[in-house]
């Protein structure tokens, strides 16, 4: 029972770790689809004076990715009915180039507003609309959330790595005498911690296992259960098979910094 016990004490702290890890990949990969989204609908109105080009365009910003003219009459259109053609006509030669600007990734309101003064400092451009606030509110949000999360998990593997390191101590007492006898024949320090390896190791595995399917549950059985349109739009973000593979690299380097640290430590207090 009391074995039970302490395996649970290891594998606990580092499930928590792991969680944390793939909460994060999880949240940076869902992130930035709706950094995407946000990339392709924001824009910012140009009005210029002239016709421009996107190369012109870009020597202003390099993240100016494309830009899309709008019809002129098609604006004229909408304000000018009943009016003649020829009066038409005169208000569309009257009226400036209006352009709106796509960006190439979605950006900070410092970049926005360093974009913008940029443009309004250009001879051919009269008037330029970043929709400031609508901008400003997402990003501040988006910002937010992410803070949050980067607060939340790196105290979460704070505490779980401490608390990792206090089992592996535990299971180098109650494995001491088989490791004094690989002492006395003359064995490494590290090859005596072979066996706090190979227990860890185990324990490493079954944690590993645990948050594969909790997160493989929620993408392939809770996800399409809820019915929650916009978390069904993102299913395939919840897991990816590379997550297998990153995650087993992260507890498997837990396990040996641990073993290492432990093993050092012992040394240490011999020498001392």
Known sequence: MKSI??????ILPLLAILLGIESFMVFGRVTASYGENLKEAYTILVVAKKPMK??????????ISRIEAVEKEAIVTQIAQGMSNASTQDIVKALPYFYTLRLDRYLANADIDKIKKRLIQH??????????????ANYNLYMLIRASLWTFVGFMVFTSLFLVLKQMEIWQLEH??????????GASNMLRSGVLFRIALTDAIIAA??????????RYAWVARSEI??????QDLFFEYTDIAILGGIALMIVLISVVV???????????
């Open 5 to 10: 016990k302490n395996h649970i004490m290891f």
């Open 54 to 63: 996107l190369k012109e365009f870009k020597e202003i910003n390099q993240h």
């Open 123 to 136: 001879a051919n451009i009269r008037r330029v609309e970043t929709f400031g606030q609508a901008h400003n």
């Open 176 to 185: 001491r005498e088989r490791m004094q006898v690989m002492e006395i024949l």
């Open 209 to 218: 296992l645990a948050t594969i399917g909790i997160f493989a549950f929620l």
């Open 229 to 234: 349109d916009l978390l069904v739009r993102k």
């Open 262 to 272: 432990v093993a050092r430590g012992v040394k240490e207090t011999r020498v001392a």
